[in-house]
């Protein structure tokens, strides 16, 4: 502090008109003004201090403390924030499942996209059947995720939900009877605690205070030395004074606060074990319930990570194994080979030769359809029982078993499941199409790869 008021009395300065009056006055206030500036500064200071992050003090700590009256309610609250805790939960992973829902749809729809033009590409052989392989690939993935949209639903949310309402019973006015429990505990506990406290403080504010005024007496008293505006006989009778009141101050201090002080505080101090051992009870339960919770809620988020967890589903691990076997297969000699053979100078032909005169034979006569068909009866017996056949021929068509799912674009194209058997009643086309029947009835077209002969 830069400026030091005197501390003068009205009295001491002997004012006999009006002037000294005024200027007493001015200087007193001057005084004031000054003091109350550098206080104001000094708790700015104080509060810029308070801000920095700087290590909490001892008595912060000491306030927040555990055992001070009405702090156990951090410890309270844990029920309620649990039961919040496990409503996010759900919350969330129901997003969570939304998510996966709407991934199985879009692989979906980009299947049904893309299946058509996969299979009517130019592509052929072993390369159009990886391709192909990508499309049923992501139709069991879409499966794959729409059932783990399902377990995060009806499993993980519904068993969150369920022991929620088990372990958290709501009260009629609101709250859960559990934070009730545990709160009367505590209060019960900290009860006589809290007034044995309250009872140390009035005691030891009375000390303080009685402190307080013995310490300004004896400023005051080393103040008026000091000071050569006071003369000698008012300091003697000052000196006189304050060494009385001194002496008041020292008997209450030292007499009746002192002794008080110190007896509150033993008695606070030989109720202290009682007081925690309660208080650790009170919180043993908490924390035992607290325990119950963790526990739950470890095993719930285990098991949606078995849910979402990917890299160990046998039947991820299935469908990209198949895919890649079915990518490695890519052989393109053999694809070559093959568009050799089938559209290249592989293919057979009726090359020009000499060719002998043969006369035209009479054509017999056409035999009436019933007579065409107990003929074709008849051979196909005859095939079957000298066991030349090498595929089964029905009156009609070529038995075929379906190699893959097939979804008919076209209200004259059929639609088949990988594995069902049907007809093929007409040969391959141009374009790749054979026409088939299902049922006994039902005609329609369908790509020729998608099926093999049984």
Known sequence: MWFSPLRVSYCDLRVTDLTCKLTWWCHLLFSMKIEQFNATQWNISESRMSTEPTETSPEDANHRSFWMPGNYQRTVR??????????DMVNCFQERARV???????????????????????????????????????????????????????EDGDRVRTW?????????????KETQDIETGFARAQKPWAKKLKKLDKARQAFHKASRREFLIREREA????????????QKKLQEDLQLASQEV??????????RYEKVLEEVNRY???????????????QDEERKRIMFLKQALLSIHNHLDVTTNESVRSVYSELHNTLMSIDEQDDLRWWKNTHGPGMPTDWPHFQEYNPEKKSKPKKGKKEVKEVKEVKEIKQVDTGTIEKSVMIGGVKVRALYDYVGQETDELSFKAGEEF???????????????????????YPANYVEVV
Request: include cysteine; charged fraction near 30%; hydrophobic fraction near 35%.
């Open 78 to 87: 844990r029920t309620e924030d649990s039961f919040q805790a496990c409503t």
């Open 100 to 154: 996966e829902r709407q991934y199985a749809q879009a692989l979906s729809e980009w299947t049904q996209k893309w299946k058509p033009v996969v299979d009517s590409s130019p592509l052929y052989g072993s390369l159009m059947k990886a391709w192909q392989c990508f499309m049923t690939s992501a139709d069991r993935l879409a499966s794959l995720h729409a059932s783990m949209c399902r377990a995060l639903v009806s």
């Open 164 to 176: 929620q309402k088990d372990n958290f019973h709501k009260k009629v006015f609101g709250g859960f």
């Open 223 to 234: 103040h008026a030395q000091g000071n050569p505006d006071v003369n000698i006989d008012k």
């Open 250 to 259: 020292d008997k209450v201090r030292t007499v009746m606060c002192a002794p």
């Open 272 to 286: 202290a074990p009682r007081y925690m051992e309660e208080m650790e009870s009170v919180f043993d339960q908490s």
């Open 423 to 445: 007809l093929k009643i007409e040969d391959e086309d141009d374009q790749g199409w054979c026409r088939g029947m299902k049922d006994g009835s039902w005609e329609g077209l």
